[in-house]
C-alpha cells in the first residue's frame, strides 16, 4: 500500500504503558499500551469498501492483494507502525466500571490523506492488556453487523465511524449467544475500521477517577490542538469550548438516530466517541414499529435504559459524566452545567424541526406541537412501520382526502385488522389537521415530496436483513453482504430492483434472536 501515509500523533504524543507484555492489568498514568493483533491462521477477505479505502490512502488495485489481506487481518504489521490498545474507563448502564480499555480492539496506526487523519482500528483482533477475561475476539455475525451497518449509517448521513474491510480469520470462537448455558464455536472476524480517533468519554473519565490530571490536561490539550483546532482563549475557556463542542455534535448525532430509528443499543460511556460520530455497534437495532421502548439489547430489557426514545436523555447523562471529567481542570461547575442544561431544550428545538421536515412541514405553525405529539400517540395504537410510514407520507397531494391520504400509509400497519373504531378515528382526526396543514406549505407536492425523500429513508439496515446476510455468510455465501452493502448506499434512492427490502419485517423475524432480540455476546 504504497500511498498509505503514515502520522501517528496519539502515540508519538501521549504517555504510553513502558510495560510491553500482554497480560490482563490494571494501566495507570498512561493512555494505551502497545500490543500487536494476534496471526490469524487462515484469513479470507470477505468484503471491503472501495471508498473507504480511497478515503484513507489506499489504491482500489490494492484491496485485493495479499498486503491488503495480511494487514487488515492482523497477520501482518505495517512498516513504521507500533499498533496500540488504549486504556479508557466507563460507565456502564449507570454504574461506574472502572478501567475498561480495548479489550479486543488494535489500533494499527494513524494515516494522513488530504489533510485529514484517520485511524485504522482492527476489531477482533486479539488479547491486549484491557481484555479482562474475554477472549479478544469477535466473531462473524457481529462483525457482518458492524462492518455493514457502520457504511449504511454513513450514506444516510449519521455521523460514524467508517468500515474498511471485513475479513474472516479462519479461527474459530466460543460464544453463548444468549448467556444461558449453550456455549457453540462460530467463525471469527475482524473488521478494520477507520474514525478521526477512537476517543472516548471514558477516556478522560479514566484519568479523573485515577486522579491524573497532570495526564488529563495533556491529554485535554491533545484533543483540542489536533481535533479542534479552531477552539482559542484562555486555558479554561478552551476546555470549556472543547466540552461545549462534544455535547453540540452528540446532539446532533442522536437527533439523526432519532431521524431514522436508529436504536444503539449500548450507550455506555466507552461506547460515545468525543467527536459525536456513532461507536460501537454492538447489539443495536432499527425500529420497525414505531415504539419509543423498544430495545434491541437483552440485557437491557428488564430496565431499558437504552430504549429508542431515552436516547437524548442518556446522552446528556453520558455528558454529565464528561463534565466531571473534566471538571478539575476547570474548577467550577456553573459554566459546565450551563451547557448540559441547555443540552435537553436545544435538542427539543432541534427534533422538533427534524420531525416537521420528516412530515414535509418546512415552515412552523402554532398547531405544530399537536401535530408532533399527536402523531407520535397515535403511531403506538397499533404497530406501525416507522420507515414506510414516514417514506410513504410523501406521496400525500394537498388536494387529497382524509381517505385517498390514509390509504398511502396504511401499508406500514403490521396488524391491518386492529385499525378501526378509536384507533381508526384517531389517525382520520390526525390527518385531517395534518392536510390543512400541509394546505398553509408553499412548496408544491412534488417539491415537498422531493425534499422529504431526502430525510425519510426508503431503505434502512433492518435487523432481519442483516441477519438474512449472516445466515447465508455463516454457509459461505457472501453475496447478501454485498447487495446490502450496494443497497444502502443509496438509501434515499428509489431502487426500483430493490423493492423487496422496502418490506416490514416479515413474521419470522418477529421473536428470532438477531432480528429483535440481540445479546452483547459478540
Ligand atoms: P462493549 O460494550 O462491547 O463496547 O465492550 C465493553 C468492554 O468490553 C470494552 O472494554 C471491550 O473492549 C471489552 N470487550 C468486549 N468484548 C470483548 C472480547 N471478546 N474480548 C475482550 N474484551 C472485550
Ligand atoms: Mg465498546
Redesign the pocket.
Known sequence: MKNLKINNRFTAELPADPDLTNEVRQVKNTLFSYVNPTKPSNPELIHASEEVAELVGIEREEILSQDFLNTFSGKEILQETKPFAMCYAGH?FGNWAGQ??????INLTEVENNNEFYTLQLKGAG?TP???T?????VLRSSIREYLCAEAMHYLGVPTTRSLSLILTGDQVLRDILYNGNPAYEKGAVVCRVAPSFIRFGSFEMLTARNELKNLKQFVEFNIKHYFPEISGEPKEQYLQFFKKVADTTREMVLHWQRVGFVHG?M?T??MSIHGITI?Y?PYGWLENYDPDWTPNTTDSQNRRYRFGNQPQVAQWNLFQLANALYPLINEAAPLEKILDSFISDFEEDYKTMFLSKLGLFTSSEADDKIIKGLEEILKLSETDMTIFFRNLSQIKKEDSVEQAFEKIENAFYLPEEIKNQILDAWQKWFSVYLKRLNSEKLSDEERASKMNLINPKYVLRNYMAQLAIDAADKGDYSLIDELFQLLKKPYDEQHDSEKWFAKRPDWARTKVGCSMLS?S?
Do not use: E
Request: hydrophobic letters at 25%; proline letters at 0%; a negative charge.
Open positions: 456502564q475498561l480499555g480495548d479489550g479486543r480492539a488479547k484491557y481484555s479482562r474475554a477472549d479478544g475476539l469477535a449500548v455506555n466507552d461506547n460501537d454492538g452483547c459478540s
